[in-house]
């Protein structure tokens, strides 16, 4: 693998008015990297990526892709990228194939190597034997796959894939991902946003985004690890927002949050709280079912870094 | 039929119209825009007709025959040209419209045998035109002819010929200065309210399904009738306020005379208004794309209106099964109830045929439209 | 390049095909459009419903009354007894005229003093009237020529035959018949024309916005020009399908004369889907919603269409608006269409129109392709 990096972002900044979408965000991708941009809707995660497609001129700030300018050589990074737009943006009124041959002929492949990525991303899709449907009668993980292949005809070095898997069932998902490390296998380097939770733990490496911002950046292990100063625990109780506003009240309680049905609760180290705690909320009218130490998500780290609930985020088993 | 959830909609419709800057430019603007370039435009009246004239003889009468031609104020002698084939030219580039060509026996003629014709070359491409530009120059001969008879009567001492025999006495109703301006613009504002009708039912039901709030209310215990009244409601009255707005604009601005009864006014555009309002509405529900919805409503407003209204065209001049089809034109009435309400002091009573006509129209309509709008939604 | 357009004009054909209903929309509605408003669009003065009111009841009173029902230009639909019946008629049914004789009419004729028909006009549609009084006016001459004459030659049979008179021969030219339809037909085609492709285009652009594949193509490495191009081209190809059918369905069945030469009609027919598909693009690019596009697409149409001198001659508007209709592409097709068909005329007459044609294109063309970057801010 070459050394130098894929993508390179320095204090991008996009500015809509007086709305800063995207604030300083600054990061380097390597080569075949699988890196996600996660966080919550409206944080910046798509304008980032538009930015470095050159469809958005950034207002300040550098990105380069492969060795070109996203802003200033747009046509020739457009020539070594793939890309995903939110709503796997495929004509529903052409069949798969169609969709394909369009699609290949814009990145100018043709002849035989258009016929065996043809035949591959039908393939890889999952829809031999479909490929005369019109694509608008293909449900949601057909049409993500579809439209992945649509965007690596060409075998692009890049591909950015903005919340490629929103909207789709969970064993599509696992496939697509399946896929994606195949790919990052091959030497492609992708950055992909999402704000599932648990898809980000796919990644090779993470930057956290929030409001414009980035929180955090580092792999998804890293990440949870130094997130949570502290220990993490389960509390079953009932009931629940009693539980909660008691909680916070405790001595040693860090932070607390409702996850599902239970409470996830961040306890300072070095107390005892198995025994603490459930005393303390009995004191508070709150009966207490199980409590035990758990493992931090992403989605627990996320929370603490930012002080917010992420939306659309699976609750942890 | 829930007024309170109707009267709910009919809120929300509004402050959405009202908060959207696009929407308000639309409705208030382009109404008068249009009634301006097509006041001005949409004209029959033959003024200033080009003419070119080739005077082959050059006498003393072939001038004088050629100053009452300049003297009218139908017609603009351009240019004077001295051999045939430039007033050929002329004709079929455009450059006049009519060529007038006086004989170089012109006079001699006269004196000899007491009969000379004169020639006018009319492009008849545009025959309407054409035929305003005959009978105008026919009115300028004729009355130079009869001066010219008239002299010779007096110098032959037959006194009896001196005056005319018959003189026709023209008394015109409703459109006393016979502007083509006076007819056409009440026209004009059925044609703008039908686009604007069209417009703005197709708004607002592409708007809902467009941020899929459709869904949202179909959940909800609204029912069709009352989504429909509910959105129709507030189009109504911005509909009025144009059609306020379209009808001052043409009195004040262009001067066309307005006679009738305010009442008589109102009620004919409120019931177009229902008629195309649901219309629009039909058309929007029923085609699933945008585009096909676009080319329908043009299909059924824009044209018919502009032709087989009564709008230009008289429908009386049409064969006859064309005007069988114009009776289904709902322009139709609003135009004539317009025509009659501006240039002639008509009250309710008296436009009882185009008040049932679009009535029934818009009860019709309403029907349609209610079920088209309830399939719809399953 | 070529083959990236090539790529989009399969696309837009393959799209065009599915489209269920687009092949109805595109021959259906043109087709009847073309019968329908080939009949109806008409300044046609004929059959005037005229009433007569004779109060004289004489033998001149009577020869001129029947002069009118001779013309065929009038039909007598009415005769009244009393002018009170003129309240209902005028302006209430289709009665827009009324003669009128008064007791003594012969009388002051045969005394050699002036008499007087009244015509009594609903002005509302003043064409009509105008062109009605106008054949008034000529039968009110010729009965006044002839009085004279057959006067003059009681008295005086000599002189008669030296009375001077001055006739005006008419010559319509191009159109001997004044046919009204001769006039019409060429407009509808021409308006049809211009309604389907400006609608047509206005929408291709906003649609892929707005369902968000223009976003995905935007990343390739198309061309803004190439996009241009291979969105418009196909709509190109459907227009002059379109142009050559409502023309041939059009004057075959009106009987049409076609007088010029073919390839100047190409000429001018090319010249003029490529301006109004220029239209409908920068409409397009203008919208940055389907509503928009419908808007400004149907805001457009209606001066181009009202204003192009398809019946509202633009010699009879004032200057300032007929500077207006020259950046009205149907006005110079119009010509064209007119100057080919009835007039036989070619390039050296119509060369104006076709320039004019091509600058439209070319500045509008500009005006899009500069506004359509691919960008999305």
Known sequence: MNDAPSIVVDQLVKQFGAFIAVNQVSFQIRAGEIFGLLGPNGSGKSTVIRMLCGLLTPSSGSATVVGFDAARQAEEVRQHIGYMSQKFSLYNDLTAIENLQFFGGLYGVKGRALDERIAWAIKMSGLAGSEQLLTGELSGGWKQRLALGCAVLHRPQVLFLDEPTAGVDPLSRRQFWELIHQMSREGVTTLITTHYMDEAEYCNRLALIDEGRIVEMGTPTEIKQTAIKGDLLLIECSPLGGGLAAIKQAPGVLDASVFGAALHVVVSAGRQPLTELPAFLAAHDVRVGRIEPISPSLEDAFVSLTGSRALGSEPSQ | ?378 | MFDRIWCMIVKEFLQLRRDKYARFRLLVPPIIQMLVYGYAATFDVNRVQIAVMDFDHSQESRDLLSRFAFTGRFEVAKILSNEQELKSLIGRSNIPMALKIEPGFAELLRKGQTAHLQVIVDGTNSNTALIAVGYVNQIADQFSQDYARDRLNQLTPALAATVPQITLEQRPWYNPDLNSQWFFVPGVIGSITLMMVVTLTAFAIVREREIGTLEQVMVTPIRPFEFILGKTIPFFVVGLADVILVAVVGTLWFQVPFRGNVLVLLLGVVLFLLSTLNVGLLISTLSSTQQQAFVLGFFFLNPAFTLSGFAFPITSMPKAMQMITYLDPLRYFLVILRGTFLKGVGLDILWPQMLALALLTSILLLVSVARFRKSMD
């Open chain 2, 1 to 378: 039929m829930n007024l309170r959830r109707t009267a709910a909609m009919s809120r929300k419709e509004f402050t959405q119209v009202r908060r959207d800057p696009y929407s308000l430019i639309v409705v208030l603007f382009l109404p008068l825009i249009q009634i301006l370039l097509l006041g001005y435009g949409a004209r029959l009246d033959a003024n200033h007709i080009p003419v070119y004239v080739l005077d082959q003889e050059g006498s003393q009468d072939s001038q004088a025959l050629l100053k009452a031609f300049q003297a009218s104020p139908y017609f603009d002698v351009i240019k004077a040209v001295n051999n045939y084939h430039a007033l050929v030219r002329a004709i079929d580039a455009d450059q006049c419209k009519l060529g007038i060509v006086i004989p170089w026996n012109f006079s001699e003629r006269l004196d000899d045998a007491g009969r000379t014709s004169v020639q006018a070359i009319v492009d008849g491409t545009d025959d309407n035109s054409a035929q305003l530009a005959e009978g105008y120059a026919q009115a300028v001969v004729a009355t130079y002819a009869s001066n010219v008879q008239l002299d010779w009567f007096a110098r032959h001492g037959i006194s009896q010929q001196a005056t005319i025999p018959l003189s026709v006495d023209y008394r015109t109703w409703f459109n006393e200065d016979l502007e083509s301006k006076n007819f056409i613009i009440p026209g004009t504002v059925a044609l703008v309210m039908a686009l604007m009708g069209a417009l703005l039912s197709s708004l607002t039901i592409a708007r809902e399904w467009e941020r899929g709030t459709m869904e949202q209310l179909i959940a909800t215990p609204v029912t069709a009738l009352e989504i429909m009244v509910g959105k129709l409601v507030p189009y109504l009255g911005i509909g009025l306020a144009d059609a306020t707005l379209c009808a001052v604009f043409a009195v004040g601005w262009f001067e066309v005379p307005f006679r009738g009864g305010l009442g008589a006014f109102f009620l004919a555009t409120t019931l177009f208004l229902i008629v195309i309002l649901g219309i629009g509405y039909m058309i929007s529900v029923a085609t699933k794309s945008q585009l096909g919805a676009s080319q329908y409503a043009l299909l059924v407003t824009l044209l018919p209106t502009s032709m087989l209204s009564g709008f230009a065209f008289p429908i009386d001049q049409m064969p006859a099964p064309i005007r069988a089809i114009t009776y289904l034109v709902y322009s139709r009435y609003y135009v004539s109830a317009l025509k009659r309400v501006f240039l002639s002091s008509a009250g309710i009573n008296d436009l009882v045929p185009e008040v049932v006509a679009m009535t029934i129209y818009a009860l019709v309509i309403g029907f349609f439209a209610t079920r088209a709008f309830h399939k719809s939604l399953q």
